[in-house]
């Protein structure tokens, strides 16, 4: 399918920002962006839209989600890290079955899709429903099945997650034309043995795929970690070779002045959560050293039941705003940074080299802000306009490999009254009302 969008503002990625076409043309053909300019392109297009008023951007990617926990979105608020995670999650977790997995990932669908993800790393289980779902919806996704062991007789060569993240790796790596990759995940240092860790890092080190952990999320989990261990979360995982292939770490909040050196050494990204990091009162991850040590941040959500919502434009909102008011200097953290981290640098994460950016030849991952709204006007800063003030309901556009997704309140992909009637469904099947 080829595309003509036509008088479309665009904004473009440059080396240390972003620049911005005003009334201007973008072409898709099949799967990537055929041309950006200022004059109509030569050549016949199967669909021309008028985007007048309309801003064309990089969709924006999630680089740390647990999309089913949607489903549990509400439960056990106001409660710290570990009482919430042990006591109110996991016995509800314990309950979900693949069906209601399905259910509750195409939900988690409906809220990414219709506020600009285009493309996100997800750490759950019954993974294959979670990829089977993306496939019908179109988007992108790096999913994996976290290891974790609370069992000292498990063994890691016949124990029941290692042998799923095999099958998941071996069914759904590069499915979806290319759409779905698959990830390898150490859940977190309190959840998991040593010689497990040790032993799955190799073997994602052997097949190539990237590690997506849990880092310091709290200053309990970072401390304990050092009395049990006389080293930090990071310097444990280190030395078990999780950092000897590409790795993501998410939330990193208590991470030292030695970790952050580690983790620039290593090349290990850092997911920043602020919304989930501010509600479960974890603290302010030191973005502001990180960035100075040159490690790449992106931003997710985490899941739903801590966020508790999927709304990317949020994050990028707090982001952009919590550490200048936490340092007292609104220079430290600019939106350019945050935005940066939202599109290129989680396409980087995610060993996606061709999004994150809209350039010719790059896939056609492209999300759409309506601008015509009393809340982005005036434009006197585009940058500054989408980190401050826009919100995820004034995407009205989102194709994923030059394909749409959703336009103007619409799914095309998802049918939306089918995915709420299962998710209802679900919902009584795991709570019982």
Known sequence: MKYLFEHADILLTEENGFSELNNAYLAVDDKKISYIGKERPSGEFDVVKDFTGKLLMPGLINTHCHAPMVMLRGIGSDLPLQEWLFEKMMPVEDRFNAKTIRFASELALLEMISTGTTSFSDMYFFCSSTAEACIEAGIKANICRPMQSFDLADDYKTMYRKLEADELYNSYNGAGDGR??????????????????????????????????????????????IQKYGKTPARWFADLGAFDLPAFAAHCVWISDEDIALLAEKGVSAVHNPSSNMKLGSGFAPIVKMQKAGINITLGTDGAASNNNLNMFEELHIASIIHNGYMLDPTVVKCTDTLRMATVNGAKLQGRQDTGALKVGNCADIIAIDMDKPHLFPNNDTVALLCYSAQGSDVCMNMVDGKILYENGEYLTIDREKVLFNARAAKKELLGY
Not at 185 to 191: D, L, P
Not at 194 to 221: F, N, P, Q, Y
């Open 180 to 225: 779905i990759l698959i990830d390898d995940s150490i859940h977190a240092e309190y959840t998991c043995r040593e010689d497990i860790v040790r032993a799955h890092s190799l073997v994602a080190k052997e097949r190539g795929t990237r590690m997506h952990i849990h880092l310091s999320e709290t200053k309990k989990e970072h401390e304990e970690c």
